[in-house]
């Protein structure tokens, strides 16, 4: 099946400090990635669309300038965290989509998740 | 915004019984899909619905999708404690980039 690995699976750092999440797939190409942010016994609440090649597509009320996204490769798409508050501590999950023989992507496989966690 | 409205949100419930979990809307659904998240990772697909009117079995898991196509149950029989965990249900918005609308989730714990 197809895989999605998040790195690190936790990170914890100090304020005003920046951090990157790197999200792949491991045994297909994703032409899109999807960040998601869930806060405790919450749902996921979609950041930005990240397409290969092209600007991340914000979802409203997300910072670009403070989550920084890029999709540079068909495996590979990173998260950077800039100059992180403890408001910004959260369980952040990638998603890739994988595209059918006829273009139609309609599955999302998810990452297992990062824990940041600002201090 | 949350387009889907989930019910309950929380339930604890002894190992044996059954439960159902809720999905509705105001709007149709071209697709409907159901996650089940552990706690520190990711949600994990269980079915996708898409004929109204649709059941889908999956071992102690019956996934319903309404006639109209706005609403969507998820009934688990004879609950064991490793079905905790939180269940969500989520709607494909094809017209935006395929991206996903999860609803607020159920968070179920099943005692032993």
């Known amino acids: 099946g197809a895989v999605v690995s998040q790195h690190p699976s936790r990170v914890i750092c100090k304020s005003g400090t920046s951090v990157k999440i790197e999200c792949r797939s491991l045994?297909?190409?994703?032409?899109?990635m999807f960040w998601y942010r869930q806060f405790p016994k919450q749902s996921l609440m979609l950041m930005a669309t990240s397409n290969e090649g092209s600007k991340a597509t914000y979802e409203q009320g997300v910072e670009k300038d403070k989550f920084l996204i890029n999709h540079a490769s068909l495996t590979l798409s990173t998260l950077t965290v800039t100059s992180a508050h403890p408001e910004d501590s959260s369980f952040y999950i990638c998603?890739?989509?994988?595209?059918?023989?006829?273009?139609?992507?309609?599955?999302?496989?998810f990452g297992p998740g990062t824990r940041l966690t600002v201090l | 915004t949350q387009l889907l409205e989930q019910s309950p949100q929380f339930l604890s419930i002894q190992e044996g019984e059954n439960l159902t979990v809720y999905c509705n809307s105001s709007s149709v659904f071209s697709s409907l899909q159901w996650y089940r998240q552990e706690p520190g990772e990711g949600p994990v697909l269980l079915v996708t619905?898409?004929?109204?009117?649709e059941v889908k079995k999956l071992k102690r898991l019956t996934f319903q999708f309404g006639d109209a196509r706005k609403d969507s149950s998820l009934h688990i029989t004879a609950a064991q404690p490793g079905d905790t965990g939180l269940y969500l249900c989520?709607?494909?918005?094809?017209?935006?980039?395929?991206?996903?609308?999860f609803g607020a989730g159920t968070i179920l714990r099943v005692k032993s």
């Open positions: 989520a709607r494909l918005r094809q017209e935006y980039g395929n991206k996903l609308v």
């Open positions: 998603s890739a989509s994988l595209t059918s023989g006829w273009g139609f992507t309609d599955t999302q496989y």
């Open positions: 619905v898409v004929t109204g009117g």
């Open positions: 045994d297909f190409q994703a032409t899109t």
